[in-house]
C-alpha cells in the first residue's frame, strides 16, 4: 500500500490542541503529515500562546495533491483561514479531486459551510455555528463522515476524529489503527455511532 499524505493547514489563532493530537496520531500511523503555515512565515501565533513552527507555507506546496487536507479550530484562526483565497482554492482542488476534507472544531462552519464548499453532505462543528450557515446539513455527533468529508465537533474529541480520518486512509490495515488506540490507552474506539451517510 503506498503511503498516505496529509496536510495540516494552520493559520494564527489555530486551537493548537487539536493540531498537535491529530498529528501526532497520523505519524504515530505512519501517515505522512506535511503541516502548512496559510500565513506568510512558517512561525505561526496560535491560540493558546504555544509556539508552533510549520513544516512550510501553503504558497510553496500549493500545487501538490495530498490524500487529506485537515483544518482544526480555534476562532481567529479559522477567521484566518476562510479569509484566504488560496486556502479555499486549495480545498476546492482536493474536493474536486475526491480527496479527503478534514475538519475539526469550528472549521466545519468557518471554512466550509461558510464557502458553499459541502453542499448537502453532512457535517458536525462546535458552539453553534451550524446555524449561521445554510451549506451542509448538521448532526449533533462527535464525528460525522459523509463521503469525503470527515468532521468532528471540538477539542475533546480529537483522538476520536484522528483515528476516523486514520481508518479511512488505512482502508487496507485496520488492524493498525485499531492497535494504535488500544496501544496509547485510549477506550473510545472503534466509535460505534458514527454511521457512513
Known sequence: MT????????????????AVVFIDIMR??????TVLSCMETTALNTYFETRITADDILKNCYDTM??????????KGTDN????????DFL?????????????C????????AHQLLGRHYYTTGAGLDKKFDDGQFLDQKVVVDGQFISGKGLGVSFEFAFTVAK?????NQEKVDWQANHIYFDHWPLLSTPDK
Open 168 to 172: 479511512y486512509l488505512l482502508v487496507d
Open 81 to 88: 483561514l476562510s479569509a484566504n483565497p488560496m486556502v479555499i
Open 66 to 75: 495530498y490524500d487529506a487536507v485537515m483544518m482544526p479550530g480555534g476562532p
Open 28 to 33: 504515530r500511523l505512519d501517515i505522512k503529515v
Open 92 to 104: 476546492k482542488r482536493h474536493i474536486n479531486e475526491d480527496k479527503y476534507i478534514c475538519a475539526l
Open 106 to 113: 469550528s472549521s466545519g462552519a468557518k471554512v466550509l459551510a
Open 3 to 18: 503511503e498516505k499524505h496529509v496536510a495540516v493547514l494552520l493559520a494564527d489563532g489555530f486551537e493548537e490542541g487539536e
